[in-house]
């Protein structure tokens, strides 16, 4: 089974949320580490401290940058590429119709190009429960189908998914699919429990929470999360799609109670009213990770409530301390 122990890697979106993290856990294990982000989204500062370690190097360069990100992968040679860069706010893509397209399947085109021209042997992608769009079936295993999409967003990421496999087909590229629930935690800087803490930390007496609050979703802590995914591709063989999840589900109204009960506890709940939080959102999701369990890949956080609860403290605490939230 193959290793990330001594590999040159190549991390996309590697200043962002769950990307640091990756690299966090990457830069004692792998031999030469490129972190390739724009910053359109990400933030120099969650990987600042990396720059330290001689193997690391910083390239700010856009995937839509071909010559800069086939330089960048000719000169590195990487063996594994982490593919995380993409534009991660779903309400974005819907008013900016080119958004997700571009920043999806082209980016992700050009990633791959590059790959292939430049013999990448093997490449991890994060694609999202999105993909699910409203699954008839919960838990919804990696299997279910048809898969249709709600969003420009996860039509994005399907339509990436797509080309990951005709990549592997035609030219041998390796892939790893990894289809994340939401991801929560360290360094987070977007996401349902970012929005209700700058709301609460502007207007301390009322919190607006978009839907009905009945929405639930899956969970999973992201450093659980980028674990998961290296413990995947050294024990799973290639060309795989994974869920990576906690089992069960957390609703908005739980989330939106724990942070106003850790910010401004005499604050009032005011819901939108509507089943789905703004157009394109899934208000039910809830993934089947018995694959995940089954490669013996157990979670820090294996309770949906314990991850929340978990990313709440820590983005509280951060909150009063960091710039960035
Ligand atoms: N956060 C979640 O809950 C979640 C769930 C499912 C899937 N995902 C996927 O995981 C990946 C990472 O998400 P995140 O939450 O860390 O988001 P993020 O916005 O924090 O990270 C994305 C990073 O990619 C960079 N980037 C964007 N477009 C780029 C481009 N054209 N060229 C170079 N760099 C670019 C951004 O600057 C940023 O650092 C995304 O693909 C997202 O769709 C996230």
Redesign the pocket.
């Known amino acids: 089974m193959p290793k990330i122990e001594g590999k040159r890697i190549l991390v996309?979106?590697g200043?962002?949320?769950?990307?640091s993290n990756m690299v966090e856990q990457l830069i004692g294990r792998a031999s030469r580490l490129v972190v390739?982000?724009?910053?359109?989204?990400?933030k120099f500062e969650l990987i600042r401290r990396f720059g330290t370690y001689k193997k690391f190097r910083f390239v700010k360069?856009?995937?839509?940058d071909v010559k800069l990100l086939n330089k960048t992968i000719k000169e590195e040679k990487p063996g594994i590429i982490v593919h995380?860069?993409?534009?991660?706010d779903i309400q974005l893509g819907t008013k900016n119709t080119g958004l997700d397209m571009e920043?999806g399947p082209i980016?992700t085109h050009n990633l791959l190009e590059a790959a292939r021209l430049n013999d990448v042997d093997r490449i991890m992608y994060?694609?999202?429960s999105a993909v699910y769009g409203r699954a008839e079936v919960k838990p919804t295993p990696e299997n279910y189908g048809p898969l249709k999409p709600i969003s420009l967003y996860a039509a994005s990421?399907l339509a990436c998914e797509g080309l990951l496999t005709a990549y592997g087909n035609l030219y041998g590229v390796k892939y790893y699919i990894y289809r994340?629930a939401?991801?929560v935690g360290n360094n987070q800087?977007?996401?349902v429990m970012v929005d209700f803490i700058r709301k609460l930390k502007r207007n301390m007496s009322e919190l607006e929470v978009l839907g009905n609050g009945k929405q639930r979703k899956a969970y999973i802590d992201v450093v659980d999360c980028v674990n998961a995914m290296l413990m995947a591709y050294e024990k799973a063989e290639p060309d795989m799609i994974l869920n990576l999840a906690t089992y069960g589900q957390t609703s908005v109204k739980d989330i939106a109670k724990l942070v106003t009960g850790r910010v401004a506890p005499d604050a009032k709940i005011k819901y939108t009213g509507s089943v789905e939080g703004w157009p394109g959102d899934v208000p039910d999701t809830y993934m089947d990770n018995s694959k995940m369990l089954g490669l013996g890949i157990r979670l820090k956080y294996a309770d949906s409530i314990e991850v929340v609860t978990h990313a709440v403290d820590t983005l509280v605490r951060d909150s009063n301390a960091t710039k960035y939230l």
């Open positions: 996309t979106g200043a962002g949320f769950i990307g390739y982000d724009n910053l359109s989204s990400g360069g856009d995937l839509l995380f860069a993409a534009n991660p920043q980016a994060s694609s999202s990421k994340f939401n991801v800087t977007h996401g």
